[in-house]
């Protein structure tokens, strides 16, 4: 009898469902503000909690409705339904007060998701080739609540449980990769910014003439001129500098210097075309809803249709049949490494239901970055770095932290879902929906260090940045932390010593320490963190059907 396939060499297959963009209809209607029920001029087709934007002929909405702004829906019947602010008050039944009827001709927007909604059993995303993922721990669990009978009419036994409800919580655990993991990333983080086309050149000793300024545009001469915007400056482990210019023209570096005003650039090498993604932690929602226009304002260039989700089919090879979960959405997530390892990102989601079949995956394959153990981010590449104010010493450079050596880091994320039981089936729960915030911290242990400056920021609880980063050739992936606090840290009189170090992590409005070093990217969440890639991939998988 042959020996099993160990687990790390199965592969499970992930595809982000179909979005919000599917399918869209425009619907005239009236409102009668005395009763708050808005009538549509046909059939709506919603059902409790769809998302609908609304719009006027002559910009006097009934009140207090505006433009470019999500509601939901709480069905009355086929053609008339109330108002409500967010998901939850249209599920609680509470609506909107409608203050007056508006002027002009009323439309609303209607956008229905073509898998026919949460847990829909039509419209499956097919698993294939580029889709397959290799697992170190992949559950597959459905958990099951019972109601048991505990009167006592007759004689005291109890009768055999009903089922009333049922669930999938699975984890889900693979290597960091540098590349080729872009849709878990969206996935779990919830938001992917536009794309930035970026080169990354190597230099001798000082290439600048003169100190430049993020932002500064210099040109490439040697050929046709081209631009390219400074960025900044990354200093690898071994003391390595990478100098990163943005190029909006996907222009690569043909000659051998970049020339500005004020300063003159000399390379010795430069890559072709990389592509930096950032990611932050969606704050709006884990369900399919609209963009907002601040979104669509900024990723307006990459896609025509509207398209937003947060869920995922997740597929289980096994020996005889495929596992398939559908409908998931992440529930937290977690980077971490330990030291003379390898990184890690470990995930929960909740997933509709659990479906066993023959799912082709004969048919899944890996990514070539998925494939390829040399990408995965080892200990030893990674640094970590805390501070208070951040500069870039006119070159660049982060600087203005203090760097520690972590033994091991974890940088975790858990997402405040509640899990509401369908009514309408009593076994499935409903799309779950945000119930209370974020919470967003790093933990780790300090192994070795010579200045206690962190236990200074602790016993004053002052506010800090924390920068956890890691190169390999051109690649990277950083995690860049903003306002935090420590709460835990301690000291004993050795001169190697290990103590736990953690950060609580705060949202910040605007501005943060991180902006400077972000030159051309919009946030537009506030998140606590903000995740960079560069890869060779140019694909934002928020825009992909």
């Known amino acids: 009898m042959s020996e099993p396939t160990p687990k790390i060499f199965q592969t499970g297959a992930m595809k982000v469902e179909p979005g919000l963009s599917a399918v869209s209809t425009s619907i005239v209607f009236t409102t009668a503000f005395a009763t708050d029920i808005a009538t ?121 449980p009903r089922i009333i409800g049922k669930s999938v919580t699975n984890p889900l655990t693979m290597y960091a990769r540098y590349k080729s993991i872009n849709r878990f990333m969206y996935w779990m983080w919830g938001f992917e910014n536009e794309v930035m086309e970026v080169v990354v050149c190597r230099a001798a000793a000082s290439p600048f003439s003169a100190s430049p300024t993020i932002g500064e545009v210099g040109v490439d001469t040697h050929d046709v001129p081209k631009d390219f915007t400074f960025l900044r400056t990354e200093v690898l482990r071994d003391g390595t500098n990478l100098y990163i210019f943005r190029t909006d023209d996907s222009a690569v570096v043909t000659g051998t210097t970049i020339t500005h005003a004020d300063w003159t650039f000399t390379l010795t090498s430069a890559s072709a075309i990389m592509y930096e ?193 890691a190169n390999q050739g051109n690649y990277m992936q950083e995690i860049m932390m903003k306002e935090a606090t420590i709460n835990e840290s301690g000291g004993d009189d050795a001169d190697v010593m290990a103590e736990p170090l953690l950060l609580d992590l705060g949202f910040v409005v605007g501005t943060s320490e991180w902006s400077e070093f972000m030159y051309g990217v919009t946030e537009l969440h506030d998140s606590p963190a903000v995740l960079r890639i560069r890869d060779d991939s140019s694909v934002n998988e928020m825009t992909l059907n």
């Open 277 to 469: 993604h950032i990611y932050e932690i969606d704050s709006l929602g884990r369900r399919l809803r609209f963009y907002t226009a601040a979104e669509r304002a900024v990723l307006t260039s990459l896609f025509t249709t509207d398209k937003r989700n947060l869920m995922a089919t997740f597929a289980k090879r096994t020996t005889n049949y495929d596992l398939r979960y559908q409908n998931a959405m992440c529930k937290n997530f977690m980077l971490k490494m330990t030291a003379a390892g390898l990184s890690q990102w470990d995930s929960n989601y909740a997933g509709y239901t659990e479906a066993r079949g023959d799912y082709d995956s004969a048919d899944w394959t890996l990514l070539p970055g998925l494939a390829d153990g040399s990408l995965v981010p080892a200990h030893f590449e990674y640094k970590f770095g805390i501070g208070v104010a951040l500069s870039d010493g006119g070159d660049g450079v982060v600087s203005g932290l203090t760097e520690l050596g972590m033994s091991d880091v974890s940088f975790e994320v858990e997402v405040p879902q509640q899990e509401i039981q369908d009514t309408i089936s009593g076994l499935s729960f409903a799309e779950p929906v945000l119930n209370g915030k974020y919470s967003v911290k790093c933990t780790g242990t300090i192994s070795r260090h010579t200045v206690q400056t962190y236990q200074t920021y602790r016993d004053a609880g002052t506010e800090v940045v924390a920068h956890m980063i």
């Open 40 to 160: 549509a001029a046909s059939a709506h087709g919603l059902t409790t909690g769809d998302a609908i934007q609304v719009s006027t002929s002559e910009a006097d909405l009934p009140g207090p409705l505006v433009i470019d702004t999500e509601y939901f829906a709480i069905v009355i019947d086929a053609t008339t339904f109330y108002f409500a602010t967010t998901y939850a008050l249209a599920i609680a039944g509470t609506q909107i007060n409608i203050a007056d009827d508006g002027t002009g001709t009323h439309t609303m927007e209607i956008w229905t998701v073509p898998t026919d909604g949460w847990g829909g059993a039509t419209g499956v995303q097919t698993l294939g080739a580029n889709d397959a993922f290799p697992w170190l721990n992949f559950g597959n669990k459905v958990a099951i609540a019972k109601e048991e009978d505990e009167s006592i009419t007759t004689r005291a036994f109890k009768t055999t």
